[in-house]
């Protein structure tokens, strides 16, 4: 952003998309919580593929701007 002390290479996020950033990161920390749950308590592999999926799915929705 020339004229300003913003880099060029800068992101700039509004509060809003910066507020659903963190909240799409907060659900994959949460997918992968349950993930080490359900191992921890000795799920079985369809319920352990499942949470995979979850979690794998919620990473990359996570990791796109919108």
Known sequence: MKGTSIPENAVVLSADE????MDRAFEVR???EDVATAVSEGADTAELERLCHDMV???RDAERLR
């Open 18 to 21: 910066a507020s659903a950033l």
């Open 30 to 32: 949460c997918a992968a």
């Open 57 to 59: 799915t919620r990473a």
